[in-house]
């Protein structure tokens, strides 16, 4: 077995009509869809559209790190 | 009608005693009561106070994009 | 009295398996039992563990500012 | 007359079909329209959005400086 | 229907001998025979290659987003 | 009463013969005229001309918070 | 053949007990055996874990920039 | 005796109500007054509060640099 | 012959009336007139004037490299 | 036991004439003999001396982070 | 005559006991007896030395910018 | 003799094959061939070359600082 491991950081963007947590939420739950042995996430932005003069969507953007399978 | 619009970006600083997101909330909502058209915002920084030794109020200081009228 | 005042800071890490909001909290509580007259919080950097495809815990590193006694 | 002048600078997002440097020039142009005495301006971010794989509008975002009447 | 979406931004660099446009150009269309749905692109770096005292290839390089299929 | 303040930041650029300093207050007594309840500076940005060999004028970038009016 | 190429870069964490050149070159040579065409590398963050009061992992976090194959 | 040494640097804020200059002569002032050995100082942000439309007292955030005693 | 090169990076701003590209190219070609082996280039800045409600001149702000001679 | 732990973050400096990696190891072990629980580091800024035109010292910024005790 | 300018922009430290802007203008006083054409100048960092616990030298980072002969 | 001394600081790009410290060395001794007083290096970038899978050149980009003579 290796004594060093390799990991991958893609970029994704999380929404929510909720909160900014949940927006993270959401992007988390999406990607684990389809990469495994996802580790941590870092926030990059937080963002998001107004409707009628308030909050419609909040938007964030993360990185999320995983283990590179076999490394 | 124009083919391509202009928009302006204001720097506005919210605050909430309850949460992140409503210090945005109460920013985008106080400047909506001037400023029509507003269509995003953008978390440009977060901070706050401390009071005995608790958070007294959180603040955000967001930027808020509008389209300009006739544009 | 002195008219002037001098202020530090110093960099902390809270986590929560709640909120980002709770992860400040925590950081801002557990300072407080030895820090006195903190004034103000920076957020500088919102990120956390993943576990299973979904959120373990936020972690938000702060910058914490106080007072120094005297000045 | 004063020996030194005060500047205020706006941010601008403008638009095009065509190319960065003519969003940049709708941006001013219409900017012109309502405020007086431009006289520079700074690219803070250029971006656009794609359509059917190709580029549809280039966004750039501007800083536009002006001299404050009577400064 | 969901009623929030997750993207995914992906970080490209195009190249042309013509413009900076042709090569955010280029690296859109290059990118679009194998990704769907791109939606944006935000300029990160512009640069290139000098040969002979004058421009050899403008590089530039870009993120682009794209939502992620079924969120 | 409202128990949270909005705040809104401008940005200016000041200058002077004299200092940067002098450059600052410059700025923000020209923008009192118009704008009320000024209540902090941030220095964006210093720099200045260059006549024959010494400085001509400091110029200095700052934004300006004030508290939104009724807020 | 085309006159202009595309690349994509991608981002990377290696890491290595030994040294901080070990941790880019594990990185490099674990990414290479499922991308072709890697061209450069771009160390983005330098850091590491410390364990009994000695660095036990160095981690190195990279971008990868590869052509496009056909591109 | 060692041929290296270890540096700290711990982050303050000094105020003044003459100038930018004077504030950090405040805080390097205080500094001294419970840190030995301090051997450098960098400016990290500038900023003030305003009152009745002039500058009230100026801030600035300083980096301080001292060696740590024995290394 | 040596197996690895040194070169040296310069920052220059170039401007025109007609494009931003154009503004690189010029900056590029009067460089070159005094500037041996000149590599690549990098966008730091890109600004200009305004006239008349309307761009004056594009001005870009570059870093030039070029190898050193007999490295 | 707490399910939530709070970290702190110091700013120190180490030198080394060998190495950089060096530099940083002198940093954690001088930290070490006064700081329990360190349990990371992040490399801030890589810098040096030069003597006779030639490296004198490595001199390299580094963050390091510890668990508080009791947290 | 050109209808458009080359400037270069180069990087001075200057240093004075007595201001930072004093330390500005040495730098500028300095270059200019062998830079011709000086225009404009812009603060890039401001720092210093500390003796006896307070301010021994004040240093500041400066880019200066000059038209290049024949431009 | 000046109380105070003036420093110019220059970009260059050394590289190795060997490793990160050894590109800096390069460019250092390279550069000391033409200028003398060299005093202090800044790493402002650090990237390279992929040859096959595996680093080819490390490049590292530094800021280098030296004493103009006579100041």
Redo the contacts between chains.
Sequence with gaps: MS???????????????E???D???????????SVDN??????V??????VD???G??QV?L???FR?EG?
């Design positions: 004594d060093h491991h390799t990991y991958k950081k893609i970029e994704v963007v999380g929404s929510s009509r909160s900014t947590d927006a993270i939420r959401n992007a988390i739950r999406q990607t684990a869809k996802l580790e941590w996430f870092e926030v932005e937080s963002r998001g559209h107004v003069g308030d909050i969507h909040f953007v990185k999320l790190g590179i490394s």
